[in-house]
């Protein structure tokens, strides 16, 4: 496969030279790196890294293939996170042309190219998650030398990207099942769902700005999203709005824990490289319990902010940063980790348990 010359070029001017394996076209985005081991097309197809180029710091990439977009009865990708690659872009130290797996169908390469979503190779990517880890995560542009170069894009934090990535009407899975759940999607991986629905739970997606107030339920679940939190407004004054007429239990994940923190009073603040791995041990507060977790997210919850009435649940043991909250007396509870991973641990997938008793 012959590779063409690439470029990616950070807002700080440095430049890495590597060879292209994806689509062929000049995208911007954020810089991000991610520690993971495995799961590509999970990471890929994850909402929350919309607008957001994804540097891949374990070397060897793609040898295991692509499963099958294949979709289930319940409308549900069967191995994806969502509809399509959300990623900008994927930048990977070694791309593997050969792939082996039972249940790959295609190549990275053909999928990138697929859906449009180039792909460099080439990159020293520990040497590139350095700077980023030394300036914290910057836009970047990928330049073809062939291609007519566009201007670059907005600065990340300037977009609304939940309004982008949200859906626009409301979907049910489930049906007729026993509790009833609203979801609010800020850009819901879909194993959030087929949690909920292996459960037995009634799920009703609702946009992120929808008003769900008036309507029949039995319990609230804010997703995870991509982008800053500070741009939901709307999602925000419908929370404390439920908040104060109901004390209906509400679980949220990632964004959905800044987004119950900032409805509680909390603010938030940009993490100077975010949590993008496997592996990130968090503990259980008023306990030694300690988790090991999959994490996406770039902003965070500053608990010294947070209201009389809310609590730490749970605290990043590598920097100290929120990773969940509670209300002291509501069944009001989150987690900025992800409880169902995909890909990544399960070592805490009781937080869905945990939701469902409250119901």
């Known amino acids: 496969m012959e590779q063409k010359d690439v470029t990616l070029v950070l807002q700080d001017g440095t430049k890495f030279e590597g060879k292209s394996f994806g689509y062929e076209a000049n995208v911007a985005g954020e810089v991000v790196f991610n520690t993971a081991m495995m799961g590509y097309p999970e990471s890929l197809t994850d909402p929350s890294y919309a607008g957001q180029m994804m540097v891949l710091t374990y070397p060897l990439v793609g040898n295991y293939g692509v499963p099958p977009f294949s979709i289930e009865d319940n409308g549900l990708a069967t191995f994806m996170e969502s509809d399509k690659i959300y990623a900008t872009a994927l930048i990977v130290s070694d791309y593997s042309e050969e792939y082996s797996h039972w249940n790959a169908c295609e190549s990275l390469s053909d999928w990138l190219k697929r859906e449009k979503v180039p792909g460099i190779t080439g990159i020293d990517t520990r040497a590139l998650t350095k700077v980023l880890r030394e300036h914290g995560v910057m836009m970047g542009r990928i330049v073809f030398p062939d291609i007519p170069e566009k201007t ?65 339920f039995d319990g ?122 995909c890909s990544g641990p399960v070592d805490t997938e009781f937080m869905f348990d945990r939701f469902i008793e409250t119901l």
């Open 152 to 216: 670059e894009s907005a600065d990340y934090g300037s977009i609304n990207w939940v309004e982008r990535v949200s859906c626009k009407d409301v979907v049910r899975y489930n049906e007729g099942a026993g509790k009833k759940v609203v979801l609010v999607d800020c850009g819901v991986k879909n194993n959030i769902i087929r949690c909920l629905i292996r459960r037995g739970i009634e799920v009703v997606r609702v946009p992120w700005n929808y008003d769900y107030t008036t309507m029949d």
């Open 220 to 341: 609230l679940f804010l997703a995870n999203g991509p982008g800053d939190p500070d741009m939901c407004v709307d999602a925000v004054e419908i929370l404390k709005k439920q908040m104060s007429a109901s004390r209906k239990p509400i679980c949220g994940i990632c964004m959905g824990n800044q987004l119950l923190a900032k409805a509680g009073g909390a603010t938030i603040y940009k993490l100077k490289y975010g949590h993008r791995s496997h592996n990130q041990p968090v503990r259980e507060v008023g306990t030694n319990r300690c988790y090991v977790t999959s994490q996406n997210h770039g902003y965070a919850v500053d608990a010294a902010t947070l209201g009389n009435d809310w609590r730490e649940l749970f605290v990043n043991m590598n920097d100290g940063s929120n990773e969940g909250i509670r209300h002291i007396s509501n069944p009001w509870f989150s987690s900025q980790f992800h409880p169902e991973a």
